[in-house]
């Protein structure tokens, strides 16, 4: 089983450029999430879903957008890039009785 | 809201001496924890958890973590360190009331030195 599988794994953009980070997972998850990862500040949540067609904000959600259409893809969208968002991105599933299980990052910086 | 906090930003140890990593939660209903390790590039990965029942629990390479819930910690600890455990240490939490999100503490880097 692949598990959680984040593309790209690097990018960089320009700022106001946009994009989509993906993120697919084979392991019948209900809940997928979305953080960030700054030096020195651990993970911040940006969004996440407990089921197909639902979706919520996380802590940090301002900048980004999220849809949630199947059970096993949570792609993460940024429109209109900025410096702000450099960051590594990770994303994670869980049941909800378990851990989370992570992808292993995208890392994106915005010049 | 909940909150997790850390108690070290950076440890330095010399291989074989003993570790424990503090970590403390805010949320006073009933809750999940765990510790994650991230190798330097890499994902965070599960080093153990706890949902109930024994407070000490024993997670891999050697880590065990105790919870103390008068006192809101789950302090991570190794009897003996090696050099392969330089890494960064995430404590983190979830809860029912908190829709099963993971919040995370600003993570402790731990410097092991040969």
């Not at chain 1, 049941?95 to 989370?100: F, I, K, L, V």
């Amino acid at each position: 089983n692949a598990g959680v599988t984040q593309t790209p794994k690097f990018r960089i953009l320009k700022i106001g450029q946009s994009m989509t980070l993906q993120c697919a997972q084979d392991m019948n998850h209900n809940y997928m999430y979305w953080y960030r990862q700054d030096p020195g500040m651990g993970l911040k949540l940006i969004y996440y879903s407990v089921g197909a067609g639902i979706t919520d904000k996380g802590e940090v959600p301002n900048g980004y957008n999220v849809s949630r259409s199947t059970t096993e893809d949570f792609p993460l969208r940024l429109e209109l890039a900025a410096p702000s968002q450099t960051s590594v991105y990770f994303c994670a599933t869980g049941t909800g009785n378990t851990e989370a299980f992570f992808g292993q990052g995208t890392r994106l910086t915005v010049v | 809201a909940q909150s997790v906090s850390q108690h070290n930003h950076h440890v330095i140890l010399s291989e074989a001496a003993s570790l424990e990593l503090g970590c403390n939660y805010s949320y006073g209903g009933t809750v999940n924890l765990f510790w994650y390790v991230q190798y330097p590039g890499q994902h965070l990965q599960l080093l153990l958890k706890y949902f109930s029942g024994d407070p000490l629990v024993k997670g891999i390479k050697g880590f065990e973590a105790e919870f103390i819930k008068s006192k809101f910690s789950f302090n991570l600890r190794k009897p003996s360190v090696q050099w392969s455990d330089t890494a960064e240490y995430f404590c983190a939490v979830n809860a029912d009331n908190y829709g099963q999100n993971f919040v995370f503490g600003p993570g402790t880097r731990l410097s092991v030195l040969p």
